[in-house]
């Protein structure tokens, strides 16, 4: 699996839920390779020669403070916590090497570029974590791998230190709930599969409170699809080439079909003919602009007082959700925008958007779904403004930041009340990926500007199949042709 983030990035940009691709921990490292062993030098450089995303391993101290790489509390019956140095480096693993010392592990990590997770293992002596856990910190900020190591422990002891020491990110092995773990200053939690298992509903917490989520210690095939499904953020696992092939085949590039479609507050045609078109596309997603709820116009009278969301997603059979950017007063109702969805939302946000000028509020609905129950994914119906060039400019650079942040691919779509060349779509256009034509869409009947568009985020993440509009015609359901996209999304890049 190709390593796109580094562990410390992902556990450090806190967002509300999960990242998009679940990362791979080798446990102990790559110990089940050939010639390797659990928490050798060997079993660091095979997990980094495959591509895991980081390198478990557990850390003590000896007697005579000296820091060790090593799972048990002893090492063939001699115990690292009571033992000197000169009697620990005659001790051997099982693949024949010494027992490594943390400075020399270290060393080797400086030549690779997989991230580390340390764990400092509770000590029946716990004078001897206060020793090991600031010297753990310090060696590993002086070989310069503070950036790439991030802190676990089952001590509560060692926790609390490295929390308040280490600056990095900390995350908790004992099961406490989601809320407990934040008040002790956890960043995350790495719990074993048990526990999300009997408790699944905090993994949808966690990522509410920006923490990520890491499993261990799953080796069969059933328990990394389980947290593969469940939105792990990272897999802790011995056999991290099978959680590699299976996180691959779960994340493989998906083809999706979108649209947008600006309905003229269906002024004319019925919600049964704008549907009928959107079911011949049988589309993933659509974004839809000048959508009216309950509201009353004169020259919309076959669609006065229906709800366009609710009956647009009865006659589609989709998911409907609405953004609300006016109230009517008289005769009551509601104007805004809408998304139109295969897939139900696991939240939907309502961004206002800059309107220095004070014309007629727009915003940005952003919902986030699941693509077959674990692919985050972030589609997005927007309607810029219609008189102001540098009102519209900015709107599309405030919602750039908005999309890019949610860590996962996004798209936007919508009429951007702009054409090609212009300032918003040249900066949209450089930023993202451009995932529709130039022909134009505006007027349907006889078209000469192109003012509706989809765009990409990242950029790297989205390949345009195909694009095409809906055929002009003076009977045309909308003034707007509807924009339909063949689209495909890699979550590789």
């Given at each position: ?5 580094s ?15 679940p990362k ?19 079993s ?38 009571t033992?000197?140095s ?42 001897r ?75 949808e ?61 269906g ?16 589309p ?71 309107n ?13 779904f ?12 927007t ?46 256009a ?7 034509g ?8 006889e ?41 495909i ?5």
């Amino acid at each position: 699996m190709k390593r796109t983030l580094s562990l410390v990035i992902l556990l450090t940009a806190i967002v509300a839920v999960q990242a998009a691709v679940p990362k791979i921990v080798a446990h102990r490292g790559h110990h089940r390779a050939e010639g390797s062993a659990q928490n050798s030098i060997r079993s660091l450089v095979k997990a980094d020669s495959i591509g895991a995303d980081a390198c478990e391993f557990d850390v003590w101290i000896s007697a005579d403070d000296v820091l060790y790489v090593n799972h048990n509390a002893d090492v063939d019956g001699v115990i690292i916590e009571t033992a000197d140095s000169k009697t620990l480096d005659n001790c051997r693993l099982a693949n024949g090497e010494a027992v490594p010392r943390l400075d020399a592990f270290l060393d080797t990590a400086r030549t690779l570029g997989i991230d580390l997770v340390l764990e400092i293992k509770p000590h029946k002596d716990r004078a001897r974590e206060n020793v090991a856990v600031p010297m753990a910190i310090k060696m590993v900020a002086d070989k310069g791998l503070a950036d790439r190591t991030s802190y676990i422990t089952f001590s509560r002891n060692a926790f609390d230190i490295l929390v308040r020491e280490s600056g990095r990110p900390v995350l908790y092995l004992n099961g406490v709930s989601p809320k407990v773990l934040q008040e002790i200053g956890g960043t995350g939690a790495d719990y074993h599969i048990n526990v999300f298992r009997k408790n699944p509903e905090w993994i949808e917490e966690l990522h509410r409170r920006g923490c990520p989520v890491n499993i261990w210690t799953v080796d069969s095939e059933a328990d990394i699809q389980w947290c593969i499904d469940h939105g792990a953020d990272f897999i802790t696992t011995n056999e991290p080439e099978l959680a590699q092939r299976l996180v691959e085949k779960a994340y493989a590039p998906r083809k999706l079909k979108v649209m947008s479609y600006n309905l003229r507050f269906g002024e004319r045609a019925s919600m049964q003919r704008i549907a009928d078109e959107i079911n011949a596309q049988k589309p993933d997603f659509v974004a839809l602009q000048e959508v009216d709820i309950n509201s009353m116009r004169e020259l919309a009278k076959a669609n006065n007082g229906i709800n366009f969301i609710n009956e647009l997603a009865r006659l589609t059979g989709m998911f409907g959700y609405f953004g609300r950017t006016i109230n009517f007063s008289v005769p009551g109702g509601y104007y805004g925008i809408g998304i139109l969805s295969k897939h139900p939302a696991v939240s939907v946000e309502s961004i206002d958007l800059p309107n220095p000028k004070a014309v007629e509020p727009r915003i940005m609905l952003k919902g986030r779904f699941l693509l077959d129950g674990h692919m985050p994914f972030v589609f997005a119906s927007t309607h810029f403004d219609f008189k102001d060039p540098e009102t519209i400019a900015l709107q599309a650079e405030y919602i750039v930041p908005k999309l890019e942040a949610e860590g996962v691919p996004a798209i936007v779509a919508g009429d951007l009340n702009s054409a090609p060349g212009s300032k918003a779509i040249d900066f949209l256009a450089e930023k993202g990926a451009l995932l529709s034509g130039s022909a134009p869409t505006f007027p349907a009947e006889e078209p000469r500007v192109r003012i509706d568009h989809i765009f990409g985020f990242p950029k790297a993440s989205f390949i345009l199949d195909s694009t095409s509009e809906g055929p002009s015609s003076k009977y045309a359901a909308s003034d707007h042709l509807p924009v339909i996209s063949n689209i495909i999304v890699d979550y590789t890049k």
